[in-house]
Each structure stands twice: as structure tokens, then as C-alpha cells.
T-cell receptor
Framework: DGGITQSPKYLFRKEGQNVTLSCEQNLNHDAMYWYRQDPGQGLRLIYYSQIVNDFQKGDIAEGYSVSREKKESFPLTVTSAQKNPTAFYLCASSIPTGLYSYNEQFFGPGTRLTVL | AQTVTQSQPEMSVQEAETVTLSCTYD???????LFWYKQPPSRQMILVIR??????QNATENRFSVNFQKAAKSFSLKISDSQLGDTAMYFC?????????????FGTGTRLTIIP
């Protein structure tokens, strides 16, 4: 089955530690995204990548880093510089849109990160 | 920058009744897409319906329909014959059509509860 997988489902981290969240897709999508979800704030974009070896900052990139070495993988690292990392993290992928065309963003099941 | 506002944090309705969720947005773009996403307790994001701004006809998907008022920048979701499985968080979202900038901007969500 084609889809997006995120691992682990639950992740615990001690303060001051970096942690990497995995996102893999086998949909052959070029574009991938990372969103953060907090209660009462909806989803906010952290980073996105339109193509391999290229990525752009989203609205809340501070304290996060990404890489895009392979088309199917877009890992997110939450660094110790992120002051409030406890949140639900969602990964998505799509075929990039064009003028007057649209391609749906498909979401993974998410990772719940808790800082102890 | 685009903003999306959902002014109803919570709503509840009896099963089989009709409910309307409100969404307003602000943008200077003339071409864009609008979406309603559903997030059930599993937290999986599911696309419910989408609307292209250049289309005057309101989108419809089975029991779900939208009222798109471009001049008023309003995009409400109507759920007819509501079912228990409709219980979820509902997010309104906006996307520009600028290639290379396909970011989703989400509202803060409406928690909908269908009462048996």
C-alpha cells in the first residue's frame, strides 16, 4: 500500500537533547512538509521541500532542522534550541501544484513528542 | 501573509441534523485554493472538500458542501444528515497557487461533536 509513515508514534526526550523524527513516503511525491500542531493553534508549517537536496523554512523553523537526501525521506530534527518542543508533529507529501492545478497533500499519522 | 480564522472553537449537533462551520480568510491573492480537513480522534488528517477560488460553483462531496463567498472572503462548511462518525476537529485551510510556495495555512479548528 502507498502512503506516508512516521516513526515513532510517541517520543520522549530529556531537555537539552536533540531528537529526530522520521517521515517516509512511497507515493513518489516530490514535495514534503513538516507541520507542528499545538492545542488551540491548528497546524503550523515548520519546513518544506519541493525537491531532493532543497528545502525552505516555514513559519516556525527556529530550533528545527531538516534534510532531504532522498526523495522518499524527509527527517526532522528537533534541537535543544527549540524552547517548547512538546507537540504533535505531522508530515505530509504531495506532487507540487501548478497554475490552475492542484495536488492533494497526504498526511502521515503523526508523532507525539514530549519533553520530560 | 494569509490568515485563516475559525470563530467557533466548539459546536455540537444532534445526529441527522445539519450543521454549518464558519471560516473566514484574508489574502491579497486572486487565485488560491481553500480546504476543509477533518481530524478524528485518531489524529489522522483527512481532506473533506476543496474549492478553487476561480470557480464560482460551490464544491459538494456527498453530505458535505461549502458556501464560498469570494468577495466576503468566507468559506463555510455544511454537513447534512450528520453522523456519529463526523465527530472530529475540522480545520479550514488556505493555499496559494504560486508554484514553489504550496504551503497550507490552517485555522485554529472547530471541535464538532455529534450527539446520538
Amino acid at each position: 500500500d502507498g502512503g506516508i509513515t512516521q516513526s515513532p508514534k510517541y517520543l520522549f526526550r530529556k531537555e537539552g537533547q536533540n531528537v529526530t523524527l522520521s517521515c517516509e513516503q512511497n507515493l513518489n511525491h516530490d514535495a514534503m512538509y513538516w507541520y507542528r500542531q499545538d492545542p488551540g493553534q491548528g497546524l503550523r508549517l515548520i519546513y518544506y521541500s519541493q525537491i531532493v537536496n532543497d528545502f525552505q523554512k516555514g513559519d516556525i523553523a527556529e530550533g528545527y532542522s531538516v534534510s532531504r537526501e532522498k526523495k522518499e525521506s524527509f527527517p526532522l530534527t528537533v534541537t535543544s534550541a527549540q524552547k517548547n518542543p512538546t507537540a504533535f508533529y505531522l508530515c505530509a507529501s504531495s506532487i507540487p501544484t501548478g497554475l490552475y492545478s492542484y495536488n492533494e497533500q497526504f498526511f502521515g499519522p503523526g508523532t507525539r513528542l514530549t519533553v520530560l | 501573509a494569509q490568515t485563516v480564522t475559525q470563530s467557533q472553537p466548539e459546536m455540537s449537533v444532534q445526529e441527522a441534523e445539519t450543521v454549518t462551520l464558519s471560516c473566514t480568510y484574508d489574502t491579497s491573492e486572486s487565485n488560491y485554493y481553500l480546504f476543509w480537513y477533518k481530524q478524528p480522534p485518531s489524529r489522522q488528517m483527512i481532506l473533506v472538500i476543496r474549492q478553487e477560488a476561480y470557480k464560482q460553483q460551490n464544491a459538494t462531496e456527498n453530505r458535505f458542501s461549502v458556501n464560498f463567498q469570494k468577495a466576503a472572503k468566507s468559506f463555510s462548511l455544511k454537513i447534512s444528515d450528520s453522523q456519529l462518525g463526523d465527530t472530529a476537529m475540522y480545520f479550514c485551510a488556505f493555499m496559494t497557487t504560486n508554484f514553489g510556495n504550496e504551503k497550507l495555512t490552517f485555522g485554529t479548528g472547530t471541535r464538532l461533536t455529534i450527539i446520538p
